[in-house]
């Protein structure tokens, strides 16, 4: 069912208003858990709406719109940034820069976007607390942090959040990608996979860059580690399944006639399947120990980071939320689609409680720049920055109300 025209006409004439908030997000972003700022200006957000926001999980935020009785529906924006350069050249381009936890100091950016969602989110949230003659029931806004380290659904959880609200009935969410803006993507069934990432510390015997003989070279063993572990995924998983295994950090040494005492380099592994997920870990167990002893180094370190859950969209929530954004946005602007191999922790929260979700994806980008072949766009990108802003944030108002509403009453 299409949204009822009041909402149509309130969005149209708040959309200048919410592009300026989506650019002062896209100023002020902040690590994963570091949201400090950003969840002050949601709660002051919410606050001029009416309601009473609470903080959950350190830097979340959470409000509830009470209307009367009816059903309970939640939906969930993210809202840290990354360690990022910006490279948009954006007239917001942000300037911000943080400190990861090791201390390192780093540019930070919104490059996936979630600047967009905590906009879109605060958006439904204002057109619901505005009109609430049009619906009855409780919608509970969730802004989570800490979403690129899956530790932000995680910290809500511990924190209590479904002891301090309504249980709801369903779980909504969204993310822009760099599809066509007035689209969106979405999937029944598993919809986005597990992710385990890992550090691995490979340790050596350091000596002098000119005696190799009395060291054991920790850059090489780990040069030789993470070729082998490339063959994992070509040899050790069947063609009818899938899995993605990723280095994106690899560091040794200091000086360039010293060879170090030891190395570091980081695994991130996608699949779908937990058999799949199971062969991959053990193969990177046994790849990396069999490595190290054949160099004759000392044991390597393999540590846990962090993991991501899947997602697995409810079928039933998902047709029928499939058919209302249909009504919406139209029929050819709602593509039904395979599974991506990104991740996400927006499961947990329906996970926790047993209660079925649903997450899709909607498009930040004009269809000129989607089909021209020399544009690159990727969300975690430096370049990441929606070109056509005002509809970006439009389909994201509208998703997220088509949502919610067709799951509350109306009146």
């Not at 996608?270 to 167990?285: P, S």
């Given at each position: 069912?299409a949204?009822?025209?009041?909402?149509?006409?309130?969005?149209?004439?708040e959309?200048?208003?919410?592009?300026e908030?989506?650019?002062?997000?896209?100023?002020?972003?902040e690590?994963?858990?570091?949201?400090?700022?950003?969840?002050?200006?949601?709660?002051?957000?919410?606050r001029?709406?009416?309601?009473?926001?609470?903080r959950?999980?350190?830097?979340?935020?959470?409000?509830?719109?009470?209307?009367?009785e009816?059903?309970?529906?939640?939906f969930?924006?993210?809202?840290?940034?990354l360690?990022i350069?910006?490279q948009?050249?954006?007239?917001?381009?942000?300037?911000?820069?943080?400190?990861?936890?090791?201390?390192?100091?780093?540019?930070?950016?919104?490059?996936?976007?979630?600047?967009?969602?905590?906009?879109?989110?605060?958006?439904?949230?204002?057109?619901?607390?505005e009109?609430?003659?049009r619906w009855?029931?409780?919608?509970?806004?969730?802004?989570?942090?800490?979403?690129?380290?899956?530790?932000?659904?995680?910290?809500?959880?511990?924190?209590g959040?479904?002891?301090?609200?309504?249980?709801?009935?369903?779980?909504?969410?969204?993310?822009?990608?760099?599809?066509?803006a007035?689209?969106?993507?979405?999937?029944?069934?598993?919809?986005?996979?597990?992710?385990?990432?890992l550090?691995v510390?490979?340790?050596?015997?350091?000596?002098?860059?000119?005696?190799?003989?009395?060291?054991v070279?920790p850059?090489v063993?780990?040069?030789?580690?993470?070729?082998?572990?490339?063959?994992?995924?070509?040899?050790?998983?069947s063609?009818?399944?899938?899995?993605?295994?990723?280095?994106?950090?690899?560091?040794?040494?200091?000086?360039?006639?010293?060879?170090p005492?030891?190395?570091?380099?980081?695994?991130?592994?996608?699949?779908?399947?937990e058999a799949?997920?199971?062969?991959?870990l053990t193969?990177?167990e046994?790849?990396?120990?069999?490595e190290?002893?054949a160099?004759g180094a000392?044991?390597?370190?393999?540590?846990?980071?962090y993991?991501?859950?899947?997602?697995d969209?409810?079928?039933?929530?998902?047709?029928?939320?499939?058919?209302?954004?249909?009504d919406?946005?139209?029929?050819?602007?709602?593509?039904?689609?395979?599974?991506?191999?990104?991740?996400?922790d927006?499961?947990?929260?329906?996970d926790?409680?047993?209660?079925?979700y649903?997450?899709?994806?909607f498009?930040?980008?004009?269809?000129?720049?989607?089909?021209?072949?020399?544009?690159?766009?990727s969300?975690?990108s430096?370049?990441?920055?929606?070109?056509?802003?005002?509809?970006?944030?439009?389909?994201?108002?509208?998703?997220?109300?088509?949502?919610?509403?067709?799951?509350?009453?109306?009146?």
């Amino acid at each position: 069912m299409a949204l009822d025209p009041t909402f149509r006409s309130a969005l149209d004439a708040e959309i200048p208003a919410l592009v300026e908030m989506y650019q002062h997000f896209h100023r002020h972003p902040e690590l994963s858990m570091q949201e400090h700022r950003t969840a002050d200006a949601i709660e002051e957000h919410l606050r001029s709406y009416g309601l009473e926001p609470f903080r959950c999980g350190g830097t979340g935020v959470v409000a509830v719109i009470e209307n009367g009785e009816g059903p309970v529906v939640a939906f969930r924006a993210d809202t840290d940034g990354l360690p990022i350069a910006e490279q948009t050249g954006l007239p917001y381009s942000s300037e911000a820069t943080g400190t990861l936890p090791d201390g390192t100091e780093t540019p930070v950016m919104h490059g996936c976007g979630h600047d967009t969602h905590i906009t879109s989110g605060l958006g439904a949230a204002k057109l619901l607390t505005e009109h609430r003659d049009r619906w009855s029931g409780t919608a509970i806004m969730i802004f989570q942090p800490g979403e690129e380290t899956s530790a932000g659904a995680a910290a809500m959880l511990e924190d209590g959040i479904w002891d301090r609200v309504p249980r709801p009935d369903a779980i909504y969410g969204q993310h822009v990608w760099p599809g066509v803006a007035g689209t969106v993507n979405i999937t029944s069934g598993t919809a986005m996979a597990m992710a385990d990432s890992l550090e691995v510390i490979v340790h050596g015997q350091q000596a002098h860059g000119s005696q190799p003989e009395n060291a054991v070279d920790p850059i090489v063993l780990g040069a030789f580690m993470i070729t082998r572990l490339q063959t994992i995924v070509s040899r050790e998983i069947s063609g009818r399944d899938s899995a993605v295994l990723t280095i994106g950090v690899f560091n040794g040494g200091l000086k360039e006639n010293i060879i170090p005492s030891s190395a570091r380099f980081t695994i991130n592994i996608r699949t779908y399947d937990e058999a799949v997920r199971e062969t991959v870990l053990t193969a990177v167990e046994r790849i990396i120990t069999a490595e190290a002893q054949a160099s004759g180094a000392p044991a390597p370190e393999i540590r846990p980071m962090y993991g991501f859950p899947p997602v697995d969209n409810d079928p039933d929530l998902t047709a029928s939320l499939i058919r209302a954004l249909g009504d919406e946005l139209g029929e050819d602007a709602v593509n039904v689609t395979p599974p991506v191999t990104g991740s996400e922790d927006f499961g947990r929260f329906g996970d926790a409680i047993d209660v079925p979700y649903v997450f899709w994806f909607f498009g930040g980008y004009s269809q000129a720049k989607v089909d021209d072949p020399e544009e690159v766009l990727s969300n975690h990108s430096p370049f990441f920055g929606p070109d056509e802003v005002e509809t970006t944030l439009g389909t994201g108002v509208r998703a997220a109300l088509t949502a919610l509403l067709g799951h509350l009453g109306s009146r």
